[in-house]
Structures are given as C-alpha cells and as structure tokens.
C-alpha cells in the first residue's frame, strides 16, 4: 500500500449506529487531518494530530470523536450521527501540521438515514 | 479569517481551447497557496504549491501563477483527461489549509 488509504470507501449508517472509518498513511508524516467535504461547500477541517498529539478541534459536534494510536493510523468515531452529516470524509496528511502540501486519500462516502 | 473565492464556479471548454482558472485569496501571513486536482469520488490530488507573488509553476499542460492577491492555474490545449474539479487553498500564519468552493472544468471533443 502506498501514500493514504481509508476504509471503508463507502459507509450506509442509521442515526442510531456505531460505526468507525479508518485513515492509514504510508508516507512517514507525523501529521493527519479529517476532513468534511459537502457538496457546493469548501472542505471543511475537523480535527488535526500532529506527533499523536490532537492540535485542532474544530468546533466539531461531540458525535463525532477521533483518535490517534500512532502517527500511521487515524480513526474518527461515529455515534447518534443525523442526516445532515452525510458527506464526504477525507483524511490527509502532512510532514508536520503547518508543513507544505496535505497527502489525501480517497474518502469515505457516508450517507445517515 | 483567511478566505478564498474561486471563479468560474463551472467551465466547460472543447478540446484544444486555452483558458485560465481564478482563484482571489486574503490570508495573514502567506505560507503558501495550492492547487488541487479532484476527480468525482476521489480524494483532492496534489498538484502545485505556490509561495510568493512571481511564482510560476507548470506540469505537462497546466501552469500556475501568483500575486499578491490572486492566482491564475493555467489550461493550455486542454484533453477530456483533463476534466474535473481544480480546488485553491492557502495557508497562513493559523497553519490550516481554508480551501475555496473549486472549479469544476469539463473539457469536450
């Protein structure tokens, strides 16, 4: 595998679901980001680790939560999402959070009914 | 609040037909401004990183360029491979990426 990867690329949820998407990164950064992406809006920041460490929050509802193992690995963690959170979620990464251009992967298509 | 406004928001253009793409920025503190590729589903793909006006910068047929306030991505003689949607962010003193709504560029035959 190479550059960034997410799984799963496609994810079908109900408000009341649990559900968790995976972001992995092959390139040796030590920052990662997850993004929102909605149509005819900018991408959105979510949240930024940088070294493991959660650097950015932003302003992000409480149903959604991340978590960093290790500087490879990112997981945002879903629960009691609403339909208006269907989306786009991209996962990127950098050399370090302010460092030049963000890696992404391919995303997740979530869809809450 | 840094802020980047992209135009047109669509543009489709036949094959061969040269045009240019806008993107109009503010940021305190320019670290640096970028250019995006991104096809229906997929993740944004990188393609230039811009950081100071006067800058140029080409890849096969695109070339971006840099001002003070704007930046021009380039599409010369461009082929239906070239179609989707071109993204412009920049970075400022807060770090963060604050991306504009993109370009969607359709190209014919």
Known sequence: ETGVTQ??????????????????????????????????KPLELM???????????????S????????SSHLFLHLHTLQPEDSALYLCASSTSYGADEQF?????????? | ?????????????????????????????????????????????????LYSAGEEKEKERLKATLTKKESFLHITAPKPEDSATYLCAVSGTASKLTFGTGTRLQVTL
């Open chain 1, 7 to 40: 799984t799963p690329r496609h994810l079908v949820m109900g408000m009341t679901n649990k559900k968790s998407l995976k972001c992995e990164q092959h390139l040796g950064h030590n920052a990662m980001y997850w993004y929102k992406q909605s149509a005819k």
């Open chain 1, 47 to 61: 949240f930024v680790y940088n070294f493991k460490e959660q650097t950015e929050n932003n302003s992000v509802p």
């Open chain 1, 63 to 70: 149903r959604f939560s991340p978590e960093c193992p290790n």
């Open chain 1, 104 to 113: 992404f992967g391919p995303g997740t298509r979530l869809t809450v009914l």
């Open chain 2, 1 to 49: 609040e840094d802020q980047v406004t992209q135009s047109p928001e669509a543009l489709r253009l036949q094959e061969g037909e040269s045009s240019s793409l806008n993107c109009s920025y503010t940021v305190s503190g320019l670290r640096g401004l970028f250019w995006y590729r991104q096809d229906p589903g997929k993740g944004p793909e990188f393609l230039f990183t």
